[in-house]
């Protein structure tokens, strides 16, 4: 079992849609959870960042932490084409001078005009 | 602000060729640095990570091995590439709980 499960896709969605990308997880230790915007041939780009549980806004993204269920979610309101991307989740433990991530191998998401 | 730079952006070598990628940042100090190498609709395979000059962990064995010559510099080489390492290489840097990726260099071997 992989220690982050994500689907990869691809997700198609018509613009101004509520978009939900999810990723589970085995390990408990985790406290960090973040989430990365990559498009076609860059580098990820980090979207959003939460330490445990609870909700985090910006703007249009909502990233949303269950530890008890070890799921973490991104909700992207009113989405638009410029939200294609992949979009990776990622995790770590609360300890560590590596700060090693852990992350899921991403989800396609294609938002159509 | 920190930025992270990687050259070159694009390579195209042959199978027995050397290889140096080469990652700077700026705007910190005494960062974590990491490799990574991402296949064709794979995730990020971590390859090595370096919390100081001259201290190199590798994640997994191959042909592949880093270097940190100066605090900001980390540098990927290969003395003799595969047709394996083809795919996506990243370089990242961290200071505190998360890591930011630079662009990236798109390494074809034929």
């Known amino acids: 079992q992989k220690e982050v499960e994500q689907d990869p896709g691809p997700l198609s969605v018509p613009e101004g849609a509520i978009v939900s990308l999810n990723c589970t997880y085995s390990?408990?230790?985790?406290?960090?959870f973040m989430w990365y915007r990559q498009y076609s041939r860059k580098g990820p780009e980090l979207l959003m960042y939460t330490y445990s549980s609870g909700n985090k806004e910006d703007g249009r993204f909502t990233a949303q932490v269950d530890k008890s269920s070890k799921y973490i979610s991104l909700f992207i309101r009113d989405s638009q084409p410029s939200d294609s991307a992949t979009y990776l989740c990622a995790m770590r433990l609360a300890s560590g001078a590596t700060n090693k991530l852990i992350f899921g191998t991403g989800t396609l998401l294609a938002v159509q005009p | 602000s920190q930025t992270i730079h990687q050259w070159p952006a694009t390579l195209v070598q042959p199978v027995g060729s050397p290889l140096s990628l080469e990652c700077t940042v700026e705007g910190t100090s005494n960062p974590n640095l990491y490799w990574y190498r991402q296949a064709a609709g794979r995730g990020l395979q971590l390859l090595f990570y370096?919390?100081?000059?001259?201290?190199i962990s590798s994640e997994v064995p191959q042909n592949l091995s880093a270097s940190r010559p100066q605090d900001r510099q980390f540098i990927l080489s290969s003395k003799k590439l595969l047709l394996s390492d083809s795919g996506f290489y990243l370089c990242?840097?961290?200071?505190?709980?998360?890591?930011?990726f630079g662009p990236g260099t798109r390494l074809t071997v034929l």
């Open positions: 990242a840097w961290s200071k505190t709980d998360t890591q930011y």
């Open positions: 370096s919390v100081g000059i001259g201290q």
């Open positions: 390990n408990s230790a985790f406290q960090y």
